[in-house]
């Protein structure tokens, strides 16, 4: 009896490892990130590529959309987000200090919420 209970409760946890949701190597996302020129762009970008796991990183300057493909196995994009923000540009989540944000060129100064 002790070994059919062993037996099962081994079945049952490779099962369960089974059904645990695999995370993407190529997952892609759009998220808004506040800045206004060519140097922001650069800045952006930069930081965000200071993540582990992070493939591709392009922010739009008119739309201020930052275009991301991520490893999920490596980094999230809030992780992202917060490494933005820890440069001075608030992102749809995380925002920046208000130090870090007087630091910014004043070209690269946004109108804040």
Known sequence: MKNLIVVLLVLLAGFSAQ???????????VTEVNGNCEDCQKRIQKAAYTVPGVKSA???????????????????????????ANIGHDTDEVKASNEVYENLHECCKYLRD
């Open 19 to 29: 059904a645990q949701e695999k995370k993407n190597k190529n997952a892609k996302y």
């Open 58 to 84: 392009s922010w739009n300057i008119e739309t201020h959309e930052l275009s991301l493909i991520i490893n999920e196995q490596k980094t999230t994009a809030l992780a992202v987000k917060k490494a933005i």
